[in-house]
């Protein structure tokens, strides 16, 4: 799978693919993510132009956002090292007549190949799951072309996003299947700055974001204690 060995778990791998059949589903172990997926196409349209560039969805999934992005008329390129995630992404693409390239790769692979290849880079839900993820990042900016934007979404290592993402989503509500997250994984904003920095990309937000769901839906907010978006660029 063209994969470095040491930058992904498999566990995380298996645990996601074991979704893949209801991914789709808006009210099944997916839920919550339906509702952050419209918030976060709009972080990303309100800073990048998406109608036809050249988009890459790193930790794509099933492909909620990348089909989202290229309905906006992207031109998007999806990439996720669960092979299920992919064929499920690959069928709901061929039902709803949506184009994506999709493929099983590493986005350091890609990188390799593709250098200063596109305009945007959007990597959601993925950086708190693998072992290195300042080299997701560095993958990232290398694939962007001068001037191109980086999105991201993770988890802060808070006790509220201890308490919330973990306790309560995965053993109070249920929201999530248990062992989704581990917080020790979780990622500081200044720790991402960090990363950014030595990645070669200038951070120009971060903004949290909240998911309610007494009403099934989500929305930015200032607060960046649990879950938060954040938006980089690379220089010209």
């Known amino acids: 799978m063209n994969a470095p060995r040491d930058n992904f778990h498999q566990v995380e791998l298996d645990k996601f693919g074991a979704l893949a059949n209801r991914w789709w589903d808006a009210d099944g172990p ?22 036809d560039m050249r988009v890459l969805d790193v930790g794509c999934g099933g492909g909620l956002l990348s089909e989202a992005m290229a309905q906006r008329n ?14 499920v992404a690959k069928l709901h693409g061929l039902e709803s007549g949506v184009q994506v390239d999709y493929r099983v790769q ?11 290849s596109f305009d945007v880079v ?17 993958a990232c900016a290398t694939l962007l072309k001068p001037g191109g934007s980086l999105f991201v979404s993770t988890l802060n290592r808070t006790p509220a996003a201890f308490a919330l993402a973990i ?36 951070l120009q937000d971060v903004t949290g974001l909240m998911y309610e769901p007494w009403r099934n839906g989500a929305r930015l907010i200032p607060r960046t204690d649990v879950n938060y978006l954040a938006w980089a660029k690379k220089p010209q």
């Not at 992207?74 to 995630?85: K, M, S």
């Not at 959007?122 to 560095?138: N, R």
Request: hydrophobic letters at 45%.
């Open 74 to 87: 992207a031109r998007v390129t999806a990439i996720d090292l669960a092979e299920d995630l992919v064929k």
């Open 30 to 51: 997916q839920k919550a993510l339906h509702a952050l997926n419209p918030v976060r196409l709009d972080y990303v349209r309100e800073r990048a132009r998406l109608d």
């Open 122 to 138: 959007t990597c959601m839900e993925m950086l708190e799951h693998v072992p290195d993820p300042a080299a997701i990042l560095q």
């Open 106 to 116: 590493a986005v350091e692979a890609l990188a390799a190949e593709q250098p200063g």
């Open 167 to 202: 306790v309560g989503a995965e053993y109070v509500a249920r929201l999530l299947p248990r062992g989704t997250h581990q917080y020790a994984s979780f990622i500081k904003p200044s720790e991402l700055g960090g990363w950014l920095r030595v990645a070669g990309l200038d």
